[in-house]
């Protein structure tokens, strides 16, 4: 049995006047000089804190970070403002304040979002937004310039893995996914329609089969304004961020915030070393939002039938969201053939053709007839020699079905059958 999967505890967010109890070098953390190199700009929503890159920023860039943490204090702004109005009313939902506020929160965070997207295709690095709703300071943007690994396993066996994650309205990661790493179409889905990516017509592809087992707490504030109806989508990518599978999507769970799968998809991958250095990426879709969190957790973690958790991160600290998932085994398939036979003619079919109400309701079990009997000795002829190797009939525990199948001993489907009666 898979052990739960353990919150990644590093990767809370925490306020800039806050201090760290973590060691130096550890996700999270902050060395004494990238300190020094801080800049702290008060606002009237908060403080904007902003770690320069290695390479620099332009004075454009500079502008954008400005106007995103404006943004996100805005967002911040807004949601406190619902908070206090649901916690006010005991029915929020018929208040039309609460109301107004939805929609005002819903139209900043969809500014905040645009902002974000634009802001990445003109930086020349990515960018993390965290929003912090716990009072306790203002909105922060870290600049990230280089993919993060995922954690690796302990070595005394295969436990949980708490993966780094990207969220789109309450990121509590602190590491970035690798930049490009997924194509996102206008609304923000990821990936194409059709699940495929172009690849070099001589590299081999591999199977990669991932089962997907569940996805636990997603953060409730959601509720608000849009259906929970949770739905994720699976890409590898190589070490640079380029895409390297065919996508693999699980349907929705309809009003859900913790929903169920236990289903496996099974995707190509191609690229020498990708199962080396790779990474699995997995994304979090509602109807009419898109992604709303994501993702990634290196290759090299996800040995066979090994469970990984990969923390999500929620709006409350003790609500921790979280995927497991874990790879499984290519099975390689066969083709099989499915027949449907409905049972040759029995006593009750007799009696309905022939208006014999006696005969209807005598019994429950109706055996066969006569002619129902030569029915299913000549379909047994038949069967026999057209498939000569066929290995399993399933049929119900009635009478009439067990006579009519086939020489194999029949599997039943409900109840143990009764004991058989000679023809």
Not at 209 to 234: C, G, Q, T, W
């Amino acid at each position: 049995m898979a052990e739960k999967p353990t919150p990644l505890i590093a990767s809370r967010l925490k306020a800039p006047s806050e201090p760290s109890s973590l060691a130096p070098g550890s996700p999270g953390v902050k060395s004494s000089a990238d300190q020094k190199n801080k800049e702290a700009v008060d606002n009237d929503q908060g403080n904007l804190t902003t770690s320069p890159p290695s390479t620099g920023e332009s004075e454009e860039d500079q502008t954008r970070l400005k106007s995103l943490g404006e943004l996100v204090s805005a967002a911040e702004k807004q949601y406190k403002a619902l908070q206090a109005l649901k916690t006010a009313h005991q029915h929020p939902e018929d208040n039309q304040q609460y109301l107004q506020a939805a929609d005002a929160y819903a139209e900043a965070m969809a500014k905040l979002s645009v902002a974000q997207e634009r802001h990445k295709k003109l930086s020349d690095a990515p960018h993390e937004i965290k929003m912090n709703t716990s009072g306790k300071g203002g909105a922060e943007i870290e600049m990230k310039s280089s993919p993060q690994c995922a954690s690796k396993p302990s070595p005394s066996g295969p436990s949980p893995v708490a993966s780094p994650l990207s969220n789109n309205l309450d990121s509590t990661a602190t590491q970035s996914p690798p930049k490009h790493s997924m194509p996102t179409s206008p609304d923000g889905a990821a990936g194409s329609g059709s699940g495929t990516a172009s690849g070099h017509p001589s590299e081999k592809r591999r199977d990669l089969v991932v089962m997907l087992e569940k996805v636990s707490n997603i953060p409730n504030y959601f509720k608000a304004f849009y259906k929970m109806d949770p739905s994720i989508r699976v890409h590898v990518s190589d070490a640079e961020g380029k895409r390297v599978s065919t996508i693999a999507s699980w349907p929705p769970k309809k009003g859900t915030t913790s929903p169920v799968w236990n289903t496996p998809r099974r995707m190509q991958v191609w690229g020498s070393d990708t199962f080396a250095s790779g990474y699995l990426h997995i994304h979090l879709h509602l109807p009419n939002l898109g992604k709303v969190a994501s993702a990634q957790v290196s290759m090299d973690v996800l040995t066979m039938d090994h469970t990984v958790g990969s923390v999500l991160g929620g709006m409350k600290d003790k609500e921790v969201c979280t995927v497991t998932f874990r790879r499984v085994k290519p099975i390689v398939g066969r083709y099989k053939w499915l027949f449907l036979l409905r049972h040759a003619e029995s006593e009750w079919n007799w009696a309905k053709a022939n208006k014999s109400i006696t005969k209807l309701v005598s019994q429950v079990d109706h055996p066969l007839t006569e002619r129902g009997l030569n029915q299913a000795r000549s379909m047994r002829s038949t069967l026999t020699k057209v498939l000569h190797d066929y290995n399993k009939t399933l049929a119900t525990a009635t009478h009439r079905s067990r006579r009519s199948s086939t020489p194999v001993p029949p599997l039943p489907i409900s109840r143990p059958p009764p004991p058989p009666t000679p023809p």
